[in-house]
């Protein structure tokens, strides 16, 4: 297995990509902090279903949205002996088209993160299938070029990967990074990584039987070799 300095950040467009994209991998890294981007902010009724909440994952109407995602989330972590962080950006589902975060302000955030935590690795995700995944990595490939000290890495999104995959379009974006394929996931823990998503109810009520199934198939990522932009 590649050689990864520790304290680890892997970034998590959402509460349970991270697990579906990387479940495989996080109880390998030790010192793992799993970092959500899109998990709430400031101005939002959180007990009021909308999309994706109200419609396929079935929760209630009443209860917080984001206290029961972070309750799966800290179970789920657990279970793969990482912990949660969690930035204030709200998802899309939430958001006015308008009021879209830029990379830069997202990467500013993941930055700021870094320096706190004492991060050395970062793991972030190529950005298939959804716009916020999008975002995430824009704003984590932004974030690269100014820390380029550190060592990074590249995940594919999962299930999105199996489904529509973009990923030489994700790839080329980060091609002054020179991404390179490498085994991370050289020691599977299928029973570790199914249970963990056991923990994540309405998200999997929401994906169905088929993404989920498709979400334990290969992992995959990429080294990144960022250089320093000579900005900050």
């Known amino acids: 297995m590649v050689t990864i300095p520790q304290p680890v950040l892997v970034l998590s467009p959402h509460m349970d990509d991270a697990v579906l994209s990387c479940g495989e991998l ?3 890294l030790g010192d793992c902090v799993v970092m959500t981007v899109f998990a709430g902010g ?6 009021i279903r909308r999309g994706w909440d109200a419609v396929d994952c079935g929760i209630p109407v ?3 949205v984001v206290e029961l995602r972070i ?3 800290n179970d789920a972590l657990s279970r793969l002996d990482a912990s949660g962080h969690r930035l204030d950006f709200l998802d899309a589902q939430y958001r006015r088209p308008q009021s879209e975060p830029a990379p830069h302000v997202i990467g500013e955030k993941i930055r700021g993160a870094l320096r706190r935590l004492g991060t050395q690795t ?3 995700p190529l950005g298939l299938g959804h716009r916020d995944h999008e975002l995430t990595a824009a704003g984590a ?4 070029r100014r820390s380029s000290e ?3 890495f590249a995940y594919k999104d999962l299930p999105y990967a199996y489904e529509e995959p973009n990923i030489e379009a994700a790839l080329e974006k ?3 990074m020179a991404p390179a394929p490498v085994g991370l996931d050289a020691e599977p823990r299928s029973s570790d990584k199914a249970a963990a998503l056991d923990c994540y109810p309405t998200q999997m009520r929401g994906l169905g039987a088929e993404r989920r199934e498709k979400a334990m198939l290969a992992e995959g990522y990429w080294s990144l070799s960022p250089r320093s932009t000579g900005r900050s």
């Open 71 to 73: 309750a799966e989330d």
């Open 42 to 47: 400031e101005g939002v009724d959180w007990t």
């Open 150 to 152: 550190l060592a990074w």
């Open 26 to 28: 996080i109880p390998q």
């Open 174 to 176: 980060l091609s002054d």
């Open 62 to 64: 009443g209860i917080n």
């Open 122 to 124: 970062v793991i972030l």
């Open 141 to 144: 490939a932004w974030a690269a």
